[in-house]
């Protein structure tokens, strides 16, 4: 079976400028998430999405971050413009139902530097 | 506002040794605990999954007990090997409304040594 899909790995930009990533998660799981990694930290939750529904974007910059799953399967997180501070990694985690006692299974991350 | 503490941050012990990581959080209102392990360059990859009815949880050489009510849980883990060295994370699900959200500790640096 196939894991959770993450592009680019790395990206480098300068402050201001846009970036989006793309995740694709394993096949038939409803529950998509995306967290942020700053260096030092645990991850953060910053949306949660069930099939292409919103289910929690409490931590989302939304003036800054926007996140999409059309059709409930890919999904892409976008930065416009990006700050000093959103040089993180960018994880993208799934899980079949999004139930609790449910483990998510996470990709390898995209490793965002922003100069 | 759940918080997880991890400690320590970092370990390093020779390899076939026995040791802990501990894990503590502030709101004993979790559905369960997780412990994952991160690898440079990589995700995280789920190790053990204590849910909050259960003590612990064991694996191979890995363990992990859970006491909801002091709000503790800890990682052991049996004769080390170098293989073993990542950074190892604590997450507790937590109810947030309508969803369930995961509240990760900032990780504990493992290096075995040969």
């Known amino acids: 079976e196939a894991g959770v899909a993450q592009s680019p790995r790395y990206k480098i930009i300068e402050k201001r400028q846009s970036v989006a990533f793309w995740c694709n998660p394993i096949?038939?799981?409803?529950?998509l998430y995306w967290y942020q990694q700053i260096l030092g930290q645990g991850p953060k939750l910053l949306i949660q999405f069930q099939n292409n529904g919103v289910v929690d974007d409490s931590q989302l910059p939304k003036d800054r971050f926007s996140a999409e799953r059309l059709k409930g399967v890919d999904s892409t997180l976008k930065i416009q413009p990006a700050k000093l501070e959103d040089s993180a990694v960018y994880l993208c985690a799934s899980s079949p139902r999004g139930w609790p006692q449910e483990t998510q299974y996470f990709g390898p991350g995209t490793r965002l530097l922003v100069l | 506002k759940q918080e997880v503490t991890q400690i320590p941050a970092a370990l390093s012990v020779p390899e076939g040794e026995n040791l802990v990581l501990n894990c503590s959080f502030t709101?004993?209102?979790?559905?369960?605990l997780q412990w994952f392990r991160q690898d440079p360059g990589k995700g995280l990859t789920s190790l053990l999954l204590i849910q909050s009815s259960q003590r612990e949880q064991t694996s191979g050489r890995l363990n992990a007990s859970l006491d909801k009510s002091s709000g503790r849980s800890t990682l052991y883990i049996a004769a080390s090997q170098p293989g073993d060295s990542a950074t190892y994370l604590c997450a507790v699900m937590n109810s947030g409304g309508s969803n369930y959200k995961l509240t990760f500790g900032k990780g504990t640096l493992l290096t075995v040594n040969p």
């Open positions: 096949s038939g799981h409803a529950t």
């Open positions: 709101d004993s209102a979790i559905y369960n």
